[in-house]
């Protein structure tokens, strides 16, 4: 059998249209996808460019939730450093108010003294984020990475509030070990005169009246002195606790940076990449009505091209 005949113009008009659905079925796509380039076809330098910026993206993005898991882990300290504050605040409250109190109240003081001071050690022992107490031990650590470069990390040293051992730079009272093993307060480590030469198991044995002598006391002038290097003390604890906190503070400040910086980083990125690949829907929504003008102009004119062969034969056969 023979090969169809096409008339040049119908040739022409085929091939057209071709040109046109493949032209079509492209624009549907973008619409569909609104990308411009979906795949290393359509544009190999764009999509290779595009997918690079994406990848980079992602690993940014990646990085900033354990950033953020830091800056939670800080606050959570930060916040613990703020009760504990208030906490040595009200042992203040109590060694004041021990002053010239009756030996009663006295006794009572120091129960309450002994309690604040346990219930701190316990605050600072439940400071911990996701298992990890930055309040409670020197030998651990929080270490956030920023990004692949391994310079690019921040460590933040634990410090041991309630430490058991004395010299400890990074702890409340530097010159005293003031806490047991199981978190008790010691109070005479904490309650003495500046070296702690003279130790009292408690305020009853401080008579600042010079009345209540007797076993156990201490002579008024003592009881004074004892009175005054505690409050000493406990002031050079809130203090060291304040430039602890203020420590934490900053750390927090770089860990918020950092995380807003990698959230806008991440973000530029992504434009780069969209750049690269998104597509103006607006003019492929435009493209696709040219499009389907010039296929049904294409369907038109095939057809007009019939009919003329038809009226043709129908002359020859008259």
């Known amino acids: 059998m023979s090969d169809i005949t096409l008339t040049s113009t119908q040739r022409q008009t085929l091939l057209s249209l071709t040109q046109v659905t493949s032209?079509?079925?492209r624009t549907q796509e973008r619409l569909n996808t609104g990308k411009k380039v979906n795949s290393a076809t359509d544009n190999p330098v764009s999509f290779f460019r595009a997918e690079s910026l994406s990848d980079r993206s992602s690993s940014i993005l990646g990085y900033k939730a354990n950033i953020d898991q830091s800056v939670q882990a800080v606050t959570a300290a930060l916040n613990a450093t703020t009760a504990v504050q208030n906490l040595l605040g009200e042992l203040q409250g109590v060694l004041e108010g021990a002053r010239g109190a009756s030996l009663?109240?006295?006794?009572?003081?120091?129960?309450?003294?002994?309690?604040?001071?346990?219930?701190?050690?316990?605050?600072?022992?439940?400071?911990?984020?996701?298992?990890?107490?930055?309040?409670?031990?020197?030998?651990?650590?929080?270490?956030?990475?920023?990004?692949?470069r391994t310079a690019a990390t921040l460590i933040?040293?634990?410090?041991d509030l309630v430490a058991t051992a004395t010299a400890n730079g990074r702890t409340l009272f530097t010159q005293a070990a003031a806490f047991d093993a199981s978190g008790d307060l010691i109070f005479s480590q904490i309650v003495g005169n500046t070296d702690l030469?003279?130790?009292v198991?408690?305020?009853?044995a401080l008579d600042l009246t010079g009345t209540a002598g007797g076993a156990g006391t201490v002579p008024a002038s003592v009881a004074q002195a004892i009175f005054t290097a505690?409050?000493?003390?406990?002031?050079?604890?809130i203090s060291q606790l304040q430039g602890i906190a203020?420590?934490?503070?900053?750390?927090?400040?770089?860990?918020?940076?950092?995380?807003?910086?990698?959230?806008?980083?991440?973000?530029?990125?992504?434009?780069?990449s969209d750049a690269l690949t998104l597509a103006d829907l607006n003019t492929e929504a435009a493209n696709s009505q040219a499009l389907t003008l010039r296929q049904q102009l294409g369907i038109q004119s095939l057809s007009v091209s019939g009919t003329q062969n038809s009226s043709i034969l129908t002359l020859l056969k008259s």
């Open 23 to 25: 032209l079509f079925n």
């Open 104 to 148: 009663s109240n006295r006794i009572s003081a120091t129960q309450q003294f002994e309690t604040i001071g346990t219930q701190l050690a316990q605050l600072v022992k439940d400071a911990s984020f996701q298992g990890l107490n930055i309040l409670s031990s020197t030998a651990v650590s929080l270490n956030t990475q920023f990004s692949e």
């Open 156 to 159: 933040i040293q634990g410090f």
């Open 197 to 199: 030469s003279t130790e």
């Open 201 to 204: 198991t408690g305020f009853s």
């Open 230 to 237: 505690t409050d000493n003390r406990l002031s050079n604890a």
């Open 246 to 272: 203020a420590q934490l503070g900053t750390n927090v400040a770089i860990l918020q940076n950092r995380s807003n910086f990698s959230a806008n980083y991440s973000s530029t990125l992504t434009n780069g």
